[in-house]
């Protein structure tokens, strides 16, 4: 694993976080970047954010159709993000 990723990679990086435990080295590399980076902070406060949001929403949600629902609203929150970084 290297350590200087591009804010591309972060924001991937950022998004597994959501999804799995990061290494200690994934951790430091996010730590390194957004120390540098004011982009991927701003990011990163608004996917929490967002990912905050969903948390509380899924506990409210039906048990059943949460697998399924929350990995749609996964993806329109990564698209979403994405739509923002091409926008610049
Ligand atoms: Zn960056």
């Known amino acids: 694993m290297k350590m200087k ?4 990679e972060i924001s991937e ?3 597994a976080s959501l999804d799995r435990r990061l290494s200690l080295a994934e951790k430091l590399s996010l730590r390194l970047h957004w120390a540098m980076c004011k982009f991927c902070r701003e990011y990163k ?3 929490l954010m967002i990912h905050q949001a969903l ?3 899924k506990k409210t949600a039906p048990q ?3 697998l399924q ?3 749609k ?3 329109s929150i990564k698209d979403i993000l994405q ?3 091409s926008e610049g």
């Open 5 to 8: 990723l591009n804010c591309e």
């Open 13 to 15: 990086l950022l998004s």
């Open 45 to 47: 406060r608004q996917m």
């Open 55 to 57: 948390s509380h929403w």
């Open 64 to 66: 059943s159709e949460d």
């Open 69 to 71: 629902l929350s990995l």
């Open 73 to 75: 609203a996964k993806q």
């Open 83 to 85: 739509n923002q970084v």
